[in-house]
């Protein structure tokens, strides 16, 4: 469904991506995992068109997303939801949300996918008219979510979704991002928490500075005494 | 007539230049809210709209026309043409001389928009001449008497014009799919471009709304003064950005209310200290109030939390 091969990028001179190869198959969860730096964002930042790519190919269900704009790309079927959630903080939770659905048409859909948010979701109902920058860390992060989801995306991108959150959120946030597969969307998580991030996905990659050092399925990943050692804390 | 007479005249007055001040400040201050771009040429924009008004009188034959229902669909007739006119402009500006500019520094928009606002003067002044061009009266001069103060047709049509539109863009900003993209590109346009909306095209129907307000504001501004003059957009133009950065940039309401009360702080000023300096008393207003406000009256902003 999603394929990036030898894909080069970066931002100036320098290239934090230097040949990535990865692919993610319909229905699947793949981690993807490496240090601070290794180019797991800019990855991600690549697929959704905001960083252009130097060399390689992306494509997704067929389509070349090289060149494409950000916008162009998300109505194809990729939600991306950024590091730091990136919420708007201003607007109501109700009206990220509607923001989310911004390609949705079809008003009856869009309330229907609300009602799915709620349910996914109940926290965000009983605060869908607070201004989102009043919500938790958490919150925003479920808010996050849930505005990715509103566009009914065939791939979900999620960035460190887990990221400053008390370890009763992250098992939260990672049953949630069960749920969604389970939903029939694919999923490209890149995690700092390697240990839950294997759990619940199918495969995984090892980028380390800018390329693909390792790829296997998780429980392979999560059994390797390199990955062991460098992202397991031994 | 009584002192308090005096004052509501002076304050039913200042309503009206501020109700003018009010509509041209709502264009830079959506405009700073989306881009962080102080576009100084929408005081020119303002100006032209006042100029493609005067053209519509003359090519709809509207001078000297009796008063009646052929004036009322000229006078709608005359803001219809004056808001094509200038939401084209605006959409031509933001498109020619901004786009390309998007990811320059700052400083570079801002030159830019000095040195169009010097164009906009000049190919107004090639086309209409350096003189002063009279303004055609479309609205019956009948005068009314409110609680003593003395107000023409042409004032309640001023604040009813103003009026409507500043409740129209509210309901467009603040219930519309379009304006809930318009805040959420204020605040976040990567976010946006991830959720698939297409940012380019809010931000140039930003500058498309932006121009017909002014250009709203530029007509009435011909009927209110009777005449007009290719540099008239650099003072008010000025001023709405003052009333802009009173009521706080980047606020919608705070720009209505800043217009407002700027035009009625001046009028006041004018009519009991001197006449002569009521267009310091703006600009004092301004620097004060940034003394102990810099964000402005309205200008507080919700706290961002990560």
């Known amino acids: ?234 | 007539m009584t002192p308090f007479q005096v004052f509501l005249q002076q304050l039913a007055n200042g309503l009206t230049i501020g109700s003018i001040y009010a509509l041209i400040a709502l264009g830079y201050t959506m405009v700073y809210g989306v881009i962080q771009l102080i576009n100084f040429a929408h005081g020119e924009v303002f100006m032209v709209g006042a100029y493609v008004g005067l053209s519509a009188c003359l090519w709809l034959g509207l001078e000297g026309v009796a008063p009646g229902g052929a004036m009322a669909w000229g006078f709608v007739g005359v803001v219809g043409a004056s808001i094509l006119g200038c939401a084209l402009l605006g959409l031509a500006v933001e498109r020619l001389a901004y786009r390309p500019l998007r990811r320059a520094p700052r400083l570079t928009a801002l030159i830019t928009a000095i040195g169009l606002s010097f164009f906009l003067q000049n190919a107004v002044m090639l086309v209409y001449g350096a003189t002063d061009r009279r303004f055609p009266a479309l609205v019956p001069s009948v005068r009314w008497n409110l609680g003593g103060a003395t107000v023409t047709t042409l004032q309640l049509v001023i604040w009813a014009a103003a009026g409507l539109m500043m409740a129209g863009l509210q309901v467009l900003v603040m219930r519309t799919r379009l304006g809930k993209a318009m805040r959420a590109t204020a605040q976040d346009p990567t976010a946006c471009w991830l959720l698939g909306i297409p940012v380019d095209r809010i931000i140039s129907v930003t500058f498309a709304i932006g121009s017909s307000l002014a250009a709203v504001g530029g007509v009435l501004f011909g009927l209110y003064y009777h005449t007009v003059n290719f540099h008239d957009g650099y003072l008010i133009g000025l001023k709405a950005f003052t009333a802009a950065v009173l009521g706080g940039i980047g606020n919608i309401p705070g720009a209505m209310v800043g217009g407002l009360l700027l035009g009625v702080l001046e009028t006041l000023g004018a009519g009991y200290l001197s006449a002569q300096w009521k267009h310091v008393f703006a600009f004092v207003v301004l620097v004060v109030l940034l003394l102990f406000k810099p964000t402005g009256l309205l200008g507080e902003r919700v706290a961002d939390r990560a």
């Not at chain 1, 998300?74 to 919420?87: I, N, S, T, Y």
């Not at chain 1, 989310?100 to 009983?126: H, I, K, N």
């Not at chain 1, 009914?152 to 991002?177: C, H, N, Q, T, Y």
């Not at chain 1, 995984?204 to 296997?216: F, H, K, P, S």
Request: aromatic share 4%.
């Open chain 1, 1 to 234: 469904m999603l394929a990036l091969s030898g894909v080069v990028a970066g931002y100036g001179q320098t290239a934090c991506l230097k040949g990535v190869d990865v692919e993610v198959r319909p229905g699947e969860i793949v981690a993807l995992l490496g240090a601070n730096g290794a180019g797991k964002t800019t990855t991600l930042m690549a697929i959704s068109g905001l960083v252009r790519p130097r060399q390689g190919a992306i494509t997704f269900e067929g389509v070349r997303l090289n060149g494409l704009a950000p916008e162009a790309i998300a109505a194809l079927g990729v939600g991306h939801v950024p590091e730091g959630r990136r919420v708007f903080t201003r607007l109501t939770v109700l009206e990220n949300l509607h923001l989310g659905a911004y390609l949705q048409r079809d008003r009856r859909a869009r309330d229907e996918d609300l009602r799915r948010m709620w349910e996914l979701f109940p926290v965000l109902r009983s605060r869908q008219h607070q201004l989102a920058g009043t919500l938790s860390g958490g919150e925003q992060q479920m808010l996050a979510m849930a505005r990715g989801l509103m566009a009914r995306p065939k791939l979900l991108l999620l960035d460190e979704p887990s990221l400053g959150l008390a370890p009763k959120l992250v098992r939260a946030v990672f049953d949630i991002i069960v749920r969604i597969n389970a939903g029939g969307t694919a999923i490209l998580l890149v995690e700092q928490n390697a240990r839950m991030a294997l759990t619940v996905s199918h495969r995984g990659y090892i980028l380390e500075t800018g390329a693909v050092a390792l790829c296997d399925s998780a429980k392979a990943l999560a059994g390797n005494p390199h990955v062991k050692s460098a992202y397991l804390g031994g």
